[in-house]
């Protein structure tokens, strides 16, 4: 049982290029969300699917789009990467276990725009 | 603006010694959790709070929800280098299927 797996782990951009963050749980999760995580800023939330086939805005989706590609896998796809998108990138699911949405979390993606 | 603001945002300490973390709002939440965040790693839940007042023991850890679900706290007895790490805290607003992460409050235990 391997919860929640990113990848890649580390990565290293231009400004301009594009990537594709993986993410994949295998805990049957209904809900999946995408994270960035900045110094001083805790975790503030890029996107979000509380089930399979939605996606919803977070905090700070500008510059980001999502794919609910089933309801193992979320990806998350900078289709110009810039500079002040350097940062640690986390993949979490949550279960709808009553109604508090406990999140289980992913290893990370280090990612570095120059 | 932060919907959840952690005080301190940093500690260092002792081994040994006592300490409490805060995680303040202005708004009530529904639900408020806790994780710890080791370096290189993805955050891990600490524990749950739901009803205002509520007390949860974890080990050497005691966390309090407010009376009236807008703050908590987490306290740490007799701390260990173990507990070295980032503690943040997680609230969810009623009816909402997301959490709003707190500031986070990064913990160095001396040996």
């Known amino acids: 049982n391997a919860g929640v797996t990113q990848t890649p782990k580390f990565q290293v951009l231009k400004t301009g290029q594009s990537m594709t963050l993986q993410c994949a749980q295998d805990m049957n999760h209904n809900s999946m969300y995408w994270y960035r995580q900045d110094p001083g800023m805790g975790l503030r939330l890029i996107y979000y699917?509380?089930?399979?086939?939605?996606?919803d805005k977070g905090e700070v989706p500008n510059g980001y789009n999502v794919s609910r590609l089933n309801k193992r896998e979320f990806s998350l796809r900078l289709e110009s990467a810039a500079p002040s998108q350097t940062s640690v990138y986390f993949c979490a699911s949550s279960a709808r276990q009553g109604s508090n949405y406990e999140q289980y979390f992913g290893p990370g993606t280090r990612l570095t725009v120059t | 603006t932060q919907l959840l603001e952690q005080s301190p945002q940093f500690l260092s300490i002792q081994e040994g010694e006592n300490l409490t973390v805060y995680c303040n709002s202005s708004s009530v939440f529904s639900s408020l959790q806790w994780y710890r965040q080791e370096p290189g790693e993805g955050p891990v839940l600490l524990v749950t709070?739901?009803?205002?007042?509520e007390v949860k023991k974890l080990k050497r850890l005691t966390f309090q929800f407010g009376d009236a679900r807008k703050d908590s706290s987490l306290h740490i007895t007799a701390a260990q280098p173990g507990d070295t790490g980032l503690y943040l805290c997680a609230g969810r607003q009623t009816g909402a299927n997301n959490l709003f992460f707190g500031t986070g409050t990064r913990l160095t235990v001396i040996p």
């Open positions: 709070v739901v009803t205002g007042g």
């Open positions: 699917s509380a089930s399979e086939g939605t996606t």
